[in-house]
């Protein structure tokens, strides 16, 4: 049987690894259409995620996330 990665360990993996993470980001990379209930679910399991509004050039607004710079993560779940 073929052991799966789920969405929200992608995401914890990418944030803790990578940085930063949007929503179109987020579809790219993992095919994640709902980033911000995976971000919730990570919030719920105790992980401090951040949540930055960006305006972009058109006026638009996305959410960034992140985690705290120094800030030690836990374990997923």
């Excluded at 709902?34 to 058109?58: F, P, S, V, Y």
């Amino acid at each position: 049987m073929k052991q799966t990665t789920t969405q929200s360990a992608k995401v914890l993996y990418h944030l803790q690894n990578y940085g930063s993470l949007t929503a179109i980001e987020a579809l790219e990379l993992f095919a994640c259409f709902r980033l911000a209930a995976r971000i919730n679910d990570l919030k719920e399991a105790g992980h401090d995620i951040q949540t930055e509004m960006k305006k972009l050039k058109n006026g638009k607004k996305i959410a960034v996330y992140s985690l705290p710079k120094i800030q030690k993560q836990g374990e997923l779940f």
